[in-house]
C-alpha cells in the first residue's frame, strides 16, 4: 500500500502534450489516500488530448489489469500514449502488459509508516532482516533514529527532541527510558555489530514464488 | 613526546581545532596552527564539519604531520561506508596520522547538501572496535592485513546531555571498543561538567573538556536554543551583551580561561573549539596559564 | 487463467535457532504472541513459525506458559483489544513473532513487560542502495521503494531502483554478462531491459540530463501530515468503514416528483421482517386505493394495502427483489381512477389519541422501516425494555441514494410532527437527527425549521460509509456500544429512519397507509434520473423504460440492476419484481470487465479487516466458505455481520465476500433455531 501525488506539472506535460492520451487511474487504496482533486486539475489541463479514461482498481494486480486492457484495446490501441495514476506498483504492471505503447506515470510514489503491514502508524519496520527490537526495548532504531543508529544516541538530541527533526522524540532516549522502565538497562551495554546489507539482495531475491 | 604517549604520562592535554576551508585555499589555515606549535599537544581537524562540503580532513592531517604539527583525524560515519572508512584509516596511518576521533556525524539534512544519501554504515561505536580490529592486522572480516596499523582511538561525549545516563553508557562502550580518550561538547557549567566527571571517573580514561569561544550574546542563545546539550549560564550572555563591539574577542578570553582554570582540577586536558577565532588561541592559553615551555 | 507467479510476501521468518535459545535463557514464564501473517496465498489456516518455536525449544518449550495467534497484529486498534484481554500476570515476559511492526506494536501496549522478537523481519528490495521495497495489494513481482521521484517514465516503466540492486539512475554499469546482472546472475540486467522495453516503444532511451537521486525526499513534514491525514481519516467517527465515491450530484438537486401511474402493480405479501400478511384478496376483485390487501399473521408481521385502484389479476409466486426467491404477490390492474379506500381519513389531533391508539394506527397503516430492513415500526415502538434516546436517522450513507435527504430538504415539517408523534408514544427525552455533513441543504434545513422542537438536535455527522448503520449511529451519537447480538433498545435507544418516521406522520395525520414512498432513481446511463414518488408494487420494468431507456432484459448484459445503493443493494435477476416498502432506490451500474467472484483466492492483505465497522474478520468467511465448512462462521461471529458491503467493495482479490457471508448467517441461524 502506497501513497501517490501529482508530479510537478512541468516535469510531466511536456512528455505527454499534444499526444493522444488514454488515462487510467488507480483507485484501489482510495481510503488510504488518492489525490483524487488534483487529479482532476491535471486532467482538466490536458482535456483535448485525451480519448479515453477510466478508472480502475488494483492496477497492482496483473490477472485484472489483463482483463482491463483487454476490454479497453481498442481505445488503447488508437491511443499514442498510457497516463497512468497509480503507485509505481501499478504503473511497472501496465507497461509490463503494454510493451509496445509508452506508459507515462504522472506520480511520485511515498511511503507512510506502517503501511508494510496493515494500518498508518507510528512505527515502521525497515525490513532489515535481523531483527534488533530485543536490544532495544522493542523500538527500532533503524526506523526512529534518521541515522539509523545501532548503539546509542549521536548526542545532538535536545530536549529529548532529535536535531534531524525537532519534532521527533530521540529514539535512543527513548529506549533508554523503555529499558529503565522494565529494569533492563543493562542491554545497553552489549556493542552491536553493523548491520548485513547482504540480506537485503539475497534474502528478498530467495523469496518463494507460488504457482497458481 | 607524541600526543599518545603524554595521554599514557597523564599530562594536562590541551588540543585545538582546525576547520578544513570550503575550497582550496589552505595557507591561513596553516599558518594559525603553527603559531600554536608548541603550545597544544594536537589539533583536531574536523569533518566535513555541519555536514557542509569542504575540504577532507585526512589531507590536512597530512599538511599539519608535514610541518611538525600533531595531528587528530576526525573521521564520521555520515559519508562512507565501511569499505571506505577502513581504507581511510590504513591511509591515515601510511601518512604518519595515528591520532583519530571516531564520530558518527551530522545528519546530512542539517548541511549544505541536505539531498545527500545518509550513509551510517557503521557508527562510532562500531567504527571504534573495526579501528581497534585493523590495529590488529585484521580487517573488519577477519581477514588478514599486511603490515599492522597503529592507531591512538579518541571519541566523543557530551557531559551536558539530558538524560546523561545513556551517554555514560554508550561512552563506556566505546572504551570497551577501544577509545583511549574522550573530548568533550562545549562546557560552559562548570557544576554540571562536575557531576559528570565524577561519574565518568571510574572509566579511568582521559577526558579533555571542550572549550567554544563565544562570540557574542546571540551565538549563546543559539547554542542554548538547539545546541544539544550546551547552555551558556546567563552571565556569561550579559558579559558577552555588554562587551563593546571591539572588546568582545577578550570577554570571550576571560569567559574561556575562566572555564579553563576550572577545569584544570576535573579533567585530563581542554579541547578548544575557536570557530574561526583561531587567532586568539594563544592568548586563551595565556590567560588560563596553560602556555607550555618549549619541550 | 494462465498460469501465475505469485511472490510470498511474508514479512517474517523466526529468528536463528541460536538466537531464540540464548533469549529462552533469559526468561522464566513467557507467553507467546505470534502473528497469522500477511500477503501469501492463504492456504491453510496454521502458522508455522509457532510449532517451529516448540521445536527449537525442545524442554525449555514448557517455559511458554500461553499463546496466542492473532490476525494482522498490527492493527493497533484490534489488536490492543485482544492483548489487552489477557491476563499476563503469569508470565515475565512475552515472546512475539510477527515483522517488526508487530513487535513494536505489541512493545508499546505493554509497556514495562518484556517483549522479545522471537522473529526477524524478510528483506524485500532486492537492492541494497535503495533498502526497503513495497509491493502493491497483491503479490505481483513489481515493486516499488516509495523513492518519490518516480523515474519510470524515463525508464520505460521498469524501476532501476528496485531491479538494478546499484539502483543506477543513468544507464548500466557495464557489468552485465549475456543481460544477467553481476550482482545476482539470476537477475537481468535491469538497464538492458530498460533499454528494450523503450526501443519497442519506438521512443529512444531518455538521457535527458544526469539523474541524481534527492535523499531528502519526501520531506519529513509531508510524510508526517499526510500520516496525520490519513489516521483520523481513517478512524474519524467508528473504526473501519470507507468513504466511497458518493456520486449523489446527480439526483441531490431533483425536486421529488410523482411517477406515472404505473400499468399494474405487483406488490408482495412479504414487505415486512417477520411473517408474511395473509392475503385478503382474490383475482378478480375490485379494489381501492389504501385498501387492506393483506392482514398482519402474528405480532412480528405487518398488513399490506393496495396503492391503486383496479382489479386484481393474480394472486401468484412471483420473484421477491430483495431475497430473489419466489414469494407470494398480488398483481393488480390499474383502472386509472385513483379511487380511495373508505378506511382512509384524515387523523384527529395526534395529542388527543392515547399512546395505544397511535400504536394500533401505526400498526394498521402497515408502517415499517423504510431503511431497507423493513422491521414493523409499531413492534419497535413497544419496547420490553426501557428507552431514554430517539435517533432519526437521516445519514443515507450509500452512494447515489437521495431519498432521505430529499425528504428532510421538502418535508420538515412532516418529519418534525412524526418526530413528536414517536416523543409521545416513547416518551423519550433526548432525540437527534442525525445527518452526513455532505447533506448541507438538508442539515440547514433541519436546524432552523421553526417546526423544530426544544428537544430535537440535529447531529452533523462526517460522511464515512456506513455511518448510517445502527450499530455506528449510536456509537457516535451517544457513545454507547450496542453489545455483540443485541439491538439497540440494550443500550435504550430506537433508531427509526427518517422516510419512516415521515411515514408515521402519513397514517396519523391523513389516515394514508404505506403505499407509496421516495424512490431514488440513478446510476450509469440513466437518461432520467430522479427522486420520484413511487407507488408500492410499480415494476422496475416501467422504471426501466422510463428511466434508462427502453433495454428490457437485455440490460442485464451491459448493467447490474441494484435495489437500494450499490453497496448494499440487492442485485435484481429479473424486471418483474416492483417496488417494496424497503426500495431506497434502483441503481444501475455498468459492469466492470474484473466481477467480484468467489473463486478467487484471498490473499490476506488484511484490508477487509481494516474496513470492517463490525470489527470481524470477514476474510476467514471466504476461506471456509470455500471449503464448505458453513459452521465456521459461527467461530467468527458472522451473526454481528451487518452486510454493509465494506469488505467485498474493498477486496484486493475482488473475492464475493457477500455470496460467503449470506451462506454462513443461513446456517448460523439455522443452527440457533435447531
Given at each position: ?123 515502521d ?27 546509542g ?5 535536545k ?43 539475497t534474502?528478498s ?8 | ?20 576551508p570550503?575550497?582550496v ?10 603559531t ?45 561506508n ?16 595515528k ?12 548541511g549544505?547538501?541536505?539531498e545527500?544519501?545518509?550513509?551510517f ?16 592486522g ?61 561519574k565518568a ?6 577526558i ?37 563591539k ?21 579533567c ?28 | ?30 507467553f507467546?504472541?505470534?502473528c ?6 492463504f492456504?491453510?489456516d ?6 517451529e518455536?516448540?521445536d ?7 517455559k ?5 495467534g ?72 513489481e ?54 522495453r ?32 490519513n ?20 439526483t441531490?438537486?431533483?425536486?421529488v ?13 412479504s ?13 378478480g ?11 398482519a ?51 384527529k ?15 394498521e397503516?402497515?408502517?415499517?422501516g423504510?431503511?431497507?430492513a ?49 416523543e409521545?408514544?416513547l ?65 435504550g ?145 458472522v451473526e ?10 474493498i ?19 439455522n443452527?440457533?433455531?435447531?
Open positions: 500500500m502506497l501513497i501517490t501525488q501529482i508530479k510537478p506539472e512541468e516535469e510531466i506535460l511536456p512528455k505527454i502534450s499534444l499526444k493522444r492520451l488514454f488515462i487510467i487511474e488507480c483507485p484501489g487504496c482510495e481510503e488510504v489516500y488518492f489525490p483524487a482533486e488534483d487529479v482532476e486539475r491535471f486532467i482538466n489541463r490536458l482535456k483535448e488530448e485525451i480519448i479515453g479514461r477510466v478508472s480502475l482498481d488494483y492496477l497492482c494486480n496483473r490477472e485484472f489489469v489483463k482483463e482491463y486492457l483487454r476490454y479497453y484495446s481498442k481505445k488503447i490501441e488508437e491511443a499514442e500514449a498510457v497516463l497512468v495514476f497509480s503507485c509505481g506498483v501499478g504503473v511497472q504492471i501496465v507497461s509490463s502488459l503494454l510493451e509496445d505503447k509508452p506508459v507515462y506515470t504522472a506520480c511520485d510514489t511515498l511511503y507512510l509508516k506502517g503501511f508494510q503491514g496493515l494500518r498508518v502508524q507510528d512505527f519496520c525497515d525490513q532489515c532482516g535481523e531483527c534488533y527490537l530485543n536490544y532495544t526495548g522493542g523500538i527500532c532504531p533503524l526506523t526512529n533514529c534518521p541515522k539509523g543508529l545501532l548503539n544516541a549521536c548526542g545532538g538530541a530536549d529529548g527532541k532529535c536535531e534531524v527533526d525537532p519534532e521527533a522524540d530521540c529514539a535512543w532516549i527513548l529506549i533508554y527510558e523503555r529499558l529503565k522502565k522494565s529494569g533492563k538497562l543493562g542491554i545497553l551495554k552489549k556493542v552491536l555489530s553493523p548491520r548485513n546489507y547482504q540480506k537485503i539482495i534474502e531475491l530467495s523469496r518463494e514464488e507460488v504457482k497458481r | 613526546m607524541s600526543f599518545a604517549e603524554k595521554l599514557k604520562n597523564g599530562n594536562f592535554l590541551i588540543t585545538s581545532e582546525v576547520g578544513p570550503k575550497g585555499n589552505i595557507d591561513k589555515h596553516l599558518e594559525e596552527a603553527e600554536l606549535k608548541g603550545k597544544v599537544d594536537g589539533f583536531n581537524v574536523t569533518d566535513l564539519q555541519s555536514s557542509v562540503m569542504r575540504l577532507g580532513s585526512l589531507v590536512v592531517c597530512h599538511l599539519l604531520a608535514e610541518r611538525g604539527l600533531e595531528p587528530i583525524f576526525q573521521i564520521t560515519c555520515r559519508d562512507r565501511r569499505l571506505a572508512l577502513q581504507s581511510d584509516l590504513l591511509s591515515a596511518y601510511i601518512l604518519g596520522i591520532n583519530v576521533l571516531i564520530l558518527t556525524g551530522d545528519h546530512p539534512v542539517l549544505d547538501h541536505p545527500a544519501k545518509p550513509v554504515d557503521l557508527d562510532s561505536v562500531s567504527l571504534l572496535k573495526v579501528a581497534s580490529t585493523l590495529a590488529e585484521k580487517d573488519m572480516k577477519g581477514n588478514e592485513l599486511d603490515g599492522k596499523p597503529e592507531f591512538c582511538l579518541g571519541a566523543v561525549v557530551n557531559p551536558g546531555a539530558d538524560p546523561l545516563q545513556p551517554q555514560l553508557i554508550k561512552m563506556e562502550k566505546k572504551i570497551e571498543v577501544g577509545a583511549k580518550f574522550f573530548q568533550t561538547q562545549a562546557v560552559y557549567d562548570l557544576g554540571e561538567f562536575e557531576e559528570f566527571m565524577n571517573e571510574k572509566f579511568k580514561v582521559p579533555l573538556g571542550g572549550i567554544v569561544l563565544l562570540k557574542s550574546a546571540g551565538m549563546a542563545k543559539y547554542m542554548n536554543d538547539k545546541v544539544a546539550g550546551v547552555s551558556v549560564p546567563e552571565r556569561y550572555i550579559k558579559m558577552m551583551r555588554e562587551a563593546k571591539g572588546e568582545r574577542a577578550k570577554v570571550s578570553i576571560q569567559i574561556a580561561s575562566e572555564l579553563i582554570k576550572g577545569m584544570k582540577n576535573l585530563q586536558g581542554v579541547h578548544i573549539m575557536p570557530l574561526g577565532w583561531e587567532r586568539y588561541v594563544p592568548e586563551v592559553l595565556k590567560a588560563s596559564e596553560l602556555i607550555k615551555k618549549e619541550h | 487463467m494462465g498460469e501465475v507467479n505469485l511472490v510470498d510476501y511474508t514479512k517474517f521468518r523466526l529468528k536463528p535457532a541460536e538466537e531464540i535459545r540464548e533469549v529462552f535463557k533469559g526468561v522464566g514464564k513467557i507467546i504472541l505470534y497469522r501473517k500477511c500477503y501469501k496465498k492456504e491453510e496454521r502458522v508455522e513459525e509457532f510449532d518455536l516448540l527449537i525449544l525442545g524442554e525449555d518449550s514448557q511458554i506458559v500461553g499463546s496466542l492473532v490476525d494482522f497484529l498490527c492493527n493497533d486498534f484490534l489488536s490492543k483489544k485482544k492483548i489487552s484481554s489477557l491476563d499476563l500476570s503469569i508470565c515475565d515476559s512475552v515472546g512475539v513473532i510477527s515483522c517488526g511492526l508487530g513487535v513494536q506494536f505489541v512493545a508499546q501496549t505493554l509497556e514495562g513487560e518484556l517483549v522479545y522478537t522471537l522473529a526477524d523481519s524478510l528483506p524485500q528490495s532486492g537492492n541494497s542502495t535503495s533498502e526497503v521495497g513495497y509491493h502493491g495489494i497483491s503479490l505481483e513481482k515493486k516499488c521503494c516509495g523513492c518519490s521521484q518516480c523515474y519510470l517514465n524515463l525508464t520505460g516503466g521498469i524501476c532501476p531502483l528496485i531491479n538494478c540492486p546499484k539502483g543506477l539512475l543513468n544507464g548500466p554499469c557495464g557489468g552485465a554478462k549475456n543481460g544477467k546482472c553481476e550482482v545476482n546472475p539470476d537477475l537481468d540486467c535491469a538497464w538492458e531491459k530498460i533499454y528494450e523503450v526501443k519497442k516503444q519506438g521512443r529512444k532511451l531518455i538521457l535527458e540530463s544526469p539523474q541524481i537521486r534527492d535523499y531528502s525526499k519526501p520531506p519529513l513534514k509531508l510524510q508526517k501530515d499526510l500520516s496525520l491525514q489516521q483520523t481519516f481513517r478512524d474519524e467517527s467508528f473504526y473501519g468503514g470507507f468513504h466511497p465515491l458518493e456520486k449523489k450530484e446527480e441531490e438537486e431533483k425536486r416528483e410523482s411517477f406515472p401511474e404505473p400499468k399494474i402493480v405487483t406488490i408482495f405479501l414487505q415486512h421482517t417477520g411473517k408474511k400478511a395473509k392475503p385478503l384478496v382474490k383475482p376483485d375490485k379494489i381501492r386505493v389504501g385498501q387492506k390487501i393483506g392482514e399473521d402474528g405480532f412480528i408481521s405487518s398488513p399490506v394495502h393496495s396503492s391503486i385502484s383496479g382489479k386484481v389479476i393474480s394472486l401468484k409466486e412471483e420473484i421477491h427483489p430483495l431475497s430473489l426467491k419466489k414469494d407470494l404477490a398480488v398483481t393488480v390492474e390499474n383502472d386509472g381512477e385513483n379511487k380511495f379506500d373508505s378506511s382512509i381519513k384524515p387523523g389531533d395526534f395529542e388527543n389519541l392515547p399512546k395505544d391508539g397511535l400504536l394500533k394506527m401505526i400498526r397503516k402497515g408502517i415499517v423504510l431503511g431497507g423493513m422491521f414493523p415500526t409499531y413492534v419497535k415502538l413497544s419496547p420490553p425494555k426501557p428507552i431514554d434516546t430517539l435517533i432519526i436517522n437521516g445519514c443515507e450513507c450509500e452512494p447515489y441514494l437521495n431519498s432521505d435527504n430529499r425528504m428532510m430538504i421538502e418535508h420538515p415539517k412532516e418529519i418534525f410532527t412524526g418526530i413528536s408523534i414517536v409521545k408514544i416518551g423519550v427525552k433526548k432525540i437527534f437527527i442525525g445527518v452526513e455533513d455532505n447533506k448541507l441543504e438538508a442539515l440547514t434545513i433541519l436546524k432552523s425549521s421553526p417546526h423544530k422542537s426544544s428537544s430535537v438536535e440535529v447531529a452533523s455527522l462526517k460522511t464515512k460509509y456506513p455511518q448510517g448503520a445502527e450499530k455506528m449511529l449510536i456509537k457516535r451519537i451517544t457513545g454507547r456500544e450496542v453489545p455483540e447480538k443485541g439491538l439497540p433498545l440494550d443500550v435507544v430506537i433508531v427509526l429512519n427518517v422516510a419512516t418516521v415521515f411515514a408515521i406522520y402519513e397514517a396519523i395525520m391523513k389516515g394514508i397507509p404505506l403505499i407509496q414512498r421516495v424512490v431514488t432513481v440513478s446510476g450509469d446511463g440513466a437518461i432520467k434520473p430522479g427522486n420520484y414518488l413511487m407507488k408500492m408494487g410499480t415494476p422496475f420494468k416501467e422504471i426501466v423504460e422510463y428511466s434508462f431507456g427502453n433495454k428490457g432484459e437485455e440490460l442485464f448484459k451491459e448493467y447490474e440492476l441494484k435495489m437500494g445503493g450499490p453497496l448494499m443493494g440487492t442485485s435484481q435477476l429479473s424486471l418483474n419484481s416492483g417496488i417494496i416498502k424497503g426500495t431506497t432506490g434502483l441503481t444501475l451500474l455498468r459492469k466492470f470487465p474484473v466481477e467480484a467472484s468467489e473463486e478467487r483466492e484471498c490473499i490476506r492483505c488484511g484490508r477487509c479487516v481494516e474496513v470492517c465497522p463490525m470489527e470481524l474478520y470477514p476474510l476467514y468467511y471466504a476461506f471456509y466458505g470455500k471449503r464448505g465448512e458453513w459452521e465456521k462462521g459461527i467461530e467468527y461471529q454481528n455481520c451487518i452486510e454493509c458491503g465494506c469488505c467485498e467493495f477486496c484486493s482479490s475482488k473475492i464475493s465476500l457477500l455470496g460467503f457471508i449470506k451462506k454462513e448467517k443461513e446456517y448460523a441461524h443452527s440457533n433455531k435447531a
